[in-house]
């Protein structure tokens, strides 16, 4: 994190990428979690969630966390495999009639008068893989 003129800059790396926001604002502080809104280059705003990841609290954030990012790495590849296809539904809450996970992505994708309901199943806790079937 660093000072600049127009507020605090705050950038995280790795060997093959950088990520940089602006913050721009700051929400009260809860135990172990920090929430603030960046900004993007473009201006595009964001909500931003820091944890310490040595509370037990942080546990059920970063689960939340990997599902969300299961379920936007479904959504881009539900849209690329099925192009002229509207996504209805997308989730990853828990569904406890149908006794389905959080853990699985489902969709319920519309074309016309046809619809096909996908799954996204995470293999392990770094492979993630999609299943679909078109009814």
């Known amino acids: 994190m660093s000072e600049r ?4 800059l705050l950038e995280a790396w790795n060997e093959t990428r950088t990520w940089a ?3 721009v604002a700051v929400s009260p502080a809860q135990s172990g979690r920090l929430t603030v809104l960046a900004e993007r280059l473009g201006g595009a705003r964001l909500q931003l969630e820091i944890s310490d990841l ?5 546990v059920p954030l970063l689960r939340r ?9 479904f959504r ?3 849209a690329r495999q099925y192009a002229g296809w509207r996504i209805e539904e997308l989730s990853t809450g828990a569904d406890l ?27 392990d806790g ?10």
Do not use: I, M
């Open 126 to 135: 770094s492979t993630r893989r999609a299943f679909s079937r078109a009814a």
């Open 5 to 8: 003129p127009n507020g605090l």
């Open 65 to 73: 966390s990997q599902r969300e990012g299961l379920r936007e790495r």
């Open 21 to 23: 926001r602006r913050l």
């Open 54 to 58: 040595d509370r037990a609290t942080a």
């Open 97 to 123: 009639q149908r006794t389905l996970s959080p853990s699985y992505a489902r969709a319920l994708l519309v074309q016309g008068t046809r619809r096909a309901a996908a799954v996204a199943a995470p293999a």
């Open 76 to 78: 881009f590849w539900l």
